[in-house]
């Protein structure tokens, strides 16, 4: 098993190649060549780019996790959400190399989106974690991919922004969580109008299950030709 600090110089090797030759313009011998490391020892610790950058992703992760402010605990979630945010475009800041060959790769290839794409849900769940903003559930879910597509709005005009105080990037995320608000508030709006329909559905399919069959017997009490209780396959 390879150290920490050998896990951390594969991860560099692999962003600098990302930055200088784009994700399709290196392979995984090119990793491990700049890293120093041995082939074998790259296999067992990362098959493949996607786990380099899993790994990467999970390291910005932690890193913001880290840096939660306790003095945000009494602000509004949205007031949260946008520090934690900004919070983690800073700590991407050493990498925007990277970031933008990816986004170029992203965008050329749908495939590579989509794989991607599980990668930074994970991500912007924990987000949503450090902004105390509850990430568990339907709703949840809808709110970390959601999150995924905003945030990606805000990384292209970040790489663009040369101003120190990032005061286009801190108004393009301003703006897309008030459209985050917005239509969060639409689908909560719907989610209200259809609960009850939605129950209705559900006490009719189970009252049908719970129905005794034609023969006389419910599920729970007809039994298998052997006597034996129904199989769980």
């Not at 970390?144 to 005009?157: G, P, Y």
């Amino acid at each position: 098993m390879a150290t920490a600090k050998t896990r951390q110089k594969i991860v560099a090797s692999f962003l600098s190649l990302l930055g200088d030759k784009g994700w399709h313009g290196f392979e995984m011998a090119d990793v491990a060549r700049d890293a120093g490391v041995k082939l074998s020892v790259l296999r067992a610790e990362f098959p493949g780019k996607t786990a380099c950058l899993r790994a990467f992703l999970s390291e910005i992760d932690q890193k913001v996790l880290d840096s939660i402010d306790p003095d945000m605990e009494g602000e509004p979630a949205r007031e949260r959400l946008f520090d934690v945010l900004m919070t983690r475009l800073d700590t991407l800041s050493p990498h925007k190399d990277a970031i933008r060959a990816l986004r170029k790769a992203v965008q050329r290839d749908p495939q590579l989106a989509l794989k991607l794409n599980r990668e930074a849900v994970t991500s912007q769940r924990w987000m949503l974690t450090a902004a105390g903003i509850p990430a568990n559930g339907p709703r949840a879910a809808v709110m970390s991919q959601a999150l995924v597509v905003a945030f990606a709005r805000v990384v292209d005009t970040w790489l663009d922004d040369e101003d120190p105080g990032l005061a286009r990037t801190m108004s393009a995320l301003a703006r897309q969580l008030d459209e985050g608000e917005v239509w969060m508030g639409r689908i909560d709006r719907v989610s209200s109008f259809l609960k009850p329909f939605l129950s209705k559905v559900r006490e009719r399919s189970g009252t049908r299950q719970d129905a005794p069959s034609p023969g006389g017997e419910g599920p729970e009490d007809a039994a298998s030709p052997s006597g034996a209780s129904p199989s769980a396959a």
